[in-house]
């Protein structure tokens, strides 16, 4: 379980992003608190490693959203909160990014946020955590800085939806298998990065250690994509 969940970037076959999560993202962004956990799929393609690149695609405004992931080590479907730890192999630090005025378009359309969420590279990702490294997944602080300065800095144990709960939810919807990352909302703070800019998030323990840190940097895409009104 451990070595197949530690290269999940390579062997996972889906990325499970669960949306309006936390209550001061929900208000900062307007949306309606859920009833039950919400979420979308994002490509695996999406991913891009620590000292990367994000690239924006031209007239893209892309938004960051920091995020805990957690790895399925064993897969299954129907599972029940009671059993989720079992399938839990690790966490991993990663960044939800969001073509925001893409996805405000086609929100007004009805229509789904696939291209919004699915751009290459719109997946930064952190090291794989082995579960037994963090003692309690919802008492971590996630925190993310653009060019030096901080723009989100939350706590774990503020998601409206626990992990045993995102676990059973989705798994009764589609079968969890080895290797998939669920993200699991994020903090409030989220904005903008634009060309240039240099961003770093850290994950760290109650009492301040330092869990694993995530870099990239953003870049404009050369070619596909252009957003247009």
Known sequence: MQSVAASFVRQGKKIVAIGRNYSEHIKELNNARPKEPFFFLKPTTSYVLSGGQVEIPRGIIAHHEVELGLVIGKGGRDISQESAESHIAG???????????LQDEVKKKGLPWSAAKGFDTFTPIGKFIPKTAISDAHDLRLSLK???AVKQDGTTGDMIFRIPRLIEHVSSIMALEEGDLILTGTPSGVGPIVAGDSIECALADPSGKILDTLNFTAVTRGGGYQFKL
């Open 146 to 148: 653009i060019n030096g």
């Open 91 to 101: 966490y991993a630090l990663a960044v939800d990014m969001t073509g925001r005025n």
